[in-house]
């Protein structure tokens, strides 16, 4: 079938995965960014407060796994750069030249490389969540906390704590849509 320019259009199974390049693309790239700018202000709004002095949260387990929270929320905003690829991808894989479509081999590429970057992600927002999780669990089942009669404002774990916990799995979620994007897409090429 040839269109007005007189060119060939694309064979209807590659325009069928140029869509569902451009509907994954888009629908990982919305999601990705609403759970990563959600994240990223929570952890915002927990670095400030934290940094007041004899803020409960400030202390070194809380620190590091905010700062693997933090790796995990940059590996998400690659994982967003590579949901926005996707969609780059299927209008190259629309185009009636076909010297301008990407290569099968490239675009698989660019599918493993989405892979590593969100199982990268979420390996670090993971051991960020156990680090915050862990330091609340002891500042809950401290002693002081427990056995005196002495309230201690420094062993309370507030709802900003818990937000940060919230804020870290938001992103794991977002590496979680973007592995399932991935491998759904890598799926679709290899059927064809």
């Known amino acids: 079938m040839f269109d007005k320019s007189g060119t060939k259009s694309p064979p209807a199974s590659l325009e069928a995965i ?106 670090l927002s993971l051991f960020g969540a156990y680090a915050i999780i862990g330091t609340l669990f002891a500042r809950a089942i401290s002693p002081q906390a427990i056995a005196t009669g002495i309230f201690d404002p420094n062993r309370i774990i507030g709802g900003l704590d818990i937000l940060a916990v919230q804020a870290n799995t938001n992103t794991i979620f977002g590496h979680l849509l973007g592995l399932a994007s991935a491998l759904w897409l890598l799926n679709r090429i290899n059927r064809n």
């Open 18 to 123: 140029a869509n569902q390049f451009r509907l994954t693309g888009w629908i990982g790239f919305w999601s990705q960014i609403v759970l990563g700018v959600v994240s990223a202000i929570v952890l915002l709004l927990f670095a400030v407060f934290s940094q007041r002095t004899g803020s409960p949260s400030n202390n070194p387990g809380t620190g590091f796994g905010i700062f693997l929270a933090v790796c995990g929320l940059i590996a998400l905003g690659m994982s967003v750069y590579c949901a926005f690829r996707y969609t780059r991808l299927g209008r190259q894989l629309r185009s009636s030249n076909p010297a301008n479509r990407p290569r099968k081999v490239y675009t698989i590429q660019v599918i493993k490389f989405a892979l590593v970057v969100n199982l990268v992600g979420m390996l």
